[in-house]
Structure formats: C-alpha cells, structure tokens
C-alpha cells in the first residue's frame, strides 16, 4: 500500500501523544510499518504539540512535508489552523471545536474578548480541504470525563480508515492505563456515532460563562520567596496569607486564564473548573 501520512495536532494536555499511540498500535496490529515522532518541547506546560504518523508496507522516515498529510488530526481549532497548510489537496482535517485560549489572547478576562481566530470552516474547504468538524470535547464531557475527547475525536475519524473495531480495541488496551479502559472504549464508541457538528459562518465559539476554583498546595508553596501567582494574576485572585503562602483570597474573580497554574515553578497551583451536578 502507499504510505499514508498523518498529524495529530493539539496543546499540552489534550493526549495528542496517546492518540498518536494508540494510531501507531492499530498499525503494527495489522503488520505495517510505523513510523513515528513528535514535538512537544514546553507543550506540558501549556504548549502546541504535534505528532507525525506514517504508516505503509515500507517508512523510512518519520516526518511528514508540507502538502503531503492524509490527514491532520486537530484537537483544537487554532492548532487545526497552524498545520492545515500540512495537508495534501483533498486531504481530511478532522477538528474538535473546542477553542483554548493562551492567557496572553485573552483581551478581556471578565466577558471573553480575545485575540481568536473565527471558527470558518467553509474558508478552509474552499482551499480544497475535507473539513470535518466535531464537537468532540462536549461529547466526552457528557460521559463524564473531558480529558476523553481525544479518544472521541479518534473515533469519529476511524470510520474513514482502514483499521476494523475490533484492531481499534486492541491497540486501545495496549496503550490506555488499565484502569480507564472501560472508559476509554465508551468514548471511542461514542466518536463512531458522532455526527460532523454544525458551524454557520463567522462562529467565533465564544465560551460560555464558567466557574472555577483556585487550589494550592501548601507543602509545595514557596511563598513570599516566589510570590510569581500573586504577581501574575490578572484578576488579583491570589494573594499571600498568615503564612506568608499564597492562597485563593478572592475565589469568585477567577476566570480559569490558568496564568498562575502555568508560570507556578514548583505545580504547586492547580486552577479546576467547577462543574454543576444535576
């Protein structure tokens, strides 16, 4: 077979590098030769990754050109965007529309103005690409655990490859923690099902209003030593207690920027969304 070549794409949490693994997997299930790299340098904290896969009867390189990709797997609208210029003429970009913002795109953090790029899927189909929006985040969401969307992502785009279910189950179990497999399954299932979702011209995706809390490890804190939290905070949720340690002092300011989780040297700051039950 010709050498098929793809890109899975995201930011720093998303699991950009499992679902490249698991892809890998289904291919050496079914005897191809894989090759595989990517680039994540600061993505952990943060940052774009990208993953390249390529897959045939013989690779002899892990890299993919520009104009050469098959198919790029976006986990993120802007990182969809940054490498759709991968793909060949007629090649699929199959995206999550979920936007996350850098805290520096953020213009205003109270009502979500941001220096964005639109959500135009019909201006990237006319440059000749097959377009195939999804709203894979939401989907994982609703069974439970967001982290999952890239497992639904990767199972709305396996209808269109050449690998049977049960190979996508099988490379699922070797690379997924045992404990979330179950799990992991019902999301992959769930992509299957998933419909392309639905984009008018122009969708910017604004996020809606959310809650979220501010916790930090007390043990782990510098405190005044450090102070980089404090310091960053653009909406002065942080601020020093009797302790000299940093500490949510005004938790309902919080707009999930992340700035303090991201730039805390010793992780000791984790900002969680509040998410409602029932």
């Not at 404090?230 to 949510?248: I, K, S, Y």
């Amino acid at each position: 077979m010709q050498t098929r070549n793809v890109l899975v794409v995201g930011v720093g949490g998303q699991g950009v590098l499992l679902a490249s693994n698991v892809l890998a997997a289904a291919c050496l299930a079914r005897g191809y030769d894989v090759k595989k790299s990517e680039v994540k340098g600061m993505a952990q904290r943060g940052g774009a990754v990208v993953s390249f896969v390529r897959y045939g009867e013989r690779v002899h390189s892990p890299l993919v050109e520009r104009g050469r990709a098959d198919l790029v797997l976006s986990l993120e609208w802007a990182e969809a965007l940054r490498w759709a210029a991968y793909l060949r003429p007629g090649g699929v970009l199959a995206v999550d529309l979920v936007r996350i913002l850098p805290p520096a795109a953020q213009l205003d953090h109270r009502t979500w103005q941001a220096s964005y790029p639109a959500v135009e899927v019909e201006r990237l189909r006319q440059a000749g690409w097959d377009v195939r929006p999804y709203e894979a985040s939401r989907c994982a969401a609703e069974l439970g655990d967001g982290r999952m969307a890239n497992v639904v992502l990767l199972g709305a785009v396996s209808r269109e490859l050449e690998f049977t279910v049960e190979e996508w189950e099988q490379a699922l179990r070797e690379v997924v923690p045992e404990q979330v497999v179950e799990a992991n399954l019902r999301a992959f299932h769930a992509g299957r099902e998933l419909p392309l979702a639905s984009v008018s011209p122009g969708d910017v995706r604004r996020p809606a209003a959310r809650t979220f809390r501010v916790e930090v490890t007390a043990s782990w804190c510098k405190g005044r030593s450090c102070g980089i939290c404090v310091r960053v905070c653009p909406e002065e949720v942080l601020a020093f207690g009797p302790d000299d340690r940093a500490t949510a002092a005004s938790p309902d300011r919080c707009t999930g920027c992340q700035l303090c989780q991201l730039l805390c040297p010793d992780f000791a700051v984790v900002v969680r969304e509040e998410v409602a039950v029932g």
